[in-house]
């Protein structure tokens, strides 16, 4: 599913973000992304969808060489990705169900198909019943949760997220960290990066140690 070799990024003026990093994951494999704050992480999952490009060797996702691709190639891999964000990213001037719905407005699903994905993705993480209602209403971790229900609206096989849980209470952490571990139960690919190592030991999931840009 996931496949990096010999990958490095270095940014203008020469700093040097990743180095050598090879590592894969299968399909429905679990995996946590572990390091420290400037160790590289967000740099590495970036290059998963083409947000970033590396700089040398392969990203190789779904089959496809990432960084080969089109710019108008891009929006198809991303349609089999979702994306979780720390800050989450989510428009407070919608509600909930509009923030979960925005991935399926330019899909090709009928209306009625879209909405009932919508609000099965809002079922599957909790917050039936506040479709509804404005993100800021919600809790940090609820927020979150409406963000996770946005990244998997449409199925996508793969699913990455950037420190979910740095800002959450650890009961709303271990509860975010349980909806990801639901979605790799039905097969989706689980990809977390996160500094918080006593999450990580409760789950049973591949862990990717990153120091300082390198694999460890």
């Keep these: 599913m996931v496949s990096f070799s010999a990958v490095a990024k270095r940014y203008p003026g020469g700093q040097e973000a990743l180095t050598d990093v090879s590592f894969s994951l299968q399909a429905g494999e679990l995996a946590f992304l572990i390091g420290r704050s400037g160790a590289g992480k967000s740099t590495l999952l970036k290059l998963i969808p083409a947000i970033e490009r590396p700089t040398s060797g392969s990203v190789i996702v779904g089959g496809q060489n990432v960084g080969a691709l089109k710019r108008g190639a891009i ?10 964000f720390q800050d989450q990213k989510l428009l407070y001037d919608r509600s909930v169900y509009e923030n979960v719905m925005l991935p399926l407005t330019f899909s090709s699903h009928a209306p009625r198909e879209a909405a009932r994905r919508a609000r099965a993705a809002i079922d599957k993480v909790g917050l039936a019943g506040r479709e ?15 963000a996770i229900a946005r990244a998997v609206v449409n199925r996508p096989s793969l699913l990455i997220a950037d420190e979910p849980t740095a800002n959450l209470d650890a009961d709303s952490a271990a509860r975010v960290l349980d909806i990801f571990v639901a979605f790799r139960q039905v ?23 990153l120091e300082q840009g390198r694999i460890a």
Excluded at 75 to 84: Q, S, T
Excluded at 132 to 146: D, F, Y
Excluded at 189 to 201: C, K, N
């Design 75 to 84: 929006p198809y891999l991303r349609r089999n990705i979702g994306l979780v």
């Design 132 to 146: 509804k209602a404005n993100p800021i209403e919600l809790s940090g971790g609820e927020q979150q949760r409406v």
């Design 187 to 209: 097969g989706v690919t689980v990809l977390i990066a996160t500094h918080d190592l006593s999450l990580v030991e409760r789950y049973a999931g591949k862990i990717l140690r």
